[in-house]
């Protein structure tokens, strides 16, 4: 477990949040970083103001969170949300 970041999401803004984000595909392999995980990643960057390759170790690694960030993006899912 590790420690949280100003940036993370409280349990009640992720219940607001939750669903908003697109679930994942029924095919393939289960997801290996929870979608909670990966929005605080983006939550993250956006509040720091840092580069995606300069994502915390201990966050998703930044090719996945900008996947789904670029993903979400071009379905709405920012839109919905603000």
């Given at each position: ?11 009640k ?14 095919l ?19 509040r ?17 969170c900008?996947h ?9 899912v920012?839109e919905?949300?603000?």
């Amino acid at each position: 477990m590790r420690e949280n970041y100003p940036s993370d999401l409280t349990d009640k803004e992720w219940a607001l949040l939750e669903p908003l984000i697109p679930g994942g595909s029924i095919l393939g392999r289960p997801p290996r970083y929870s979608k909670r995980d990966i929005v605080n990643a983006i939550f993250y960057l956006v509040r720091s103001g840092c580069a995606w390759r300069m994502l915390p170790h201990d966050l998703p690694p930044w090719r996945i969170c900008y996947h789904y960030f670029s993903k979400w993006k071009h379905e709405g899912v920012w839109e919905a949300i603000h």
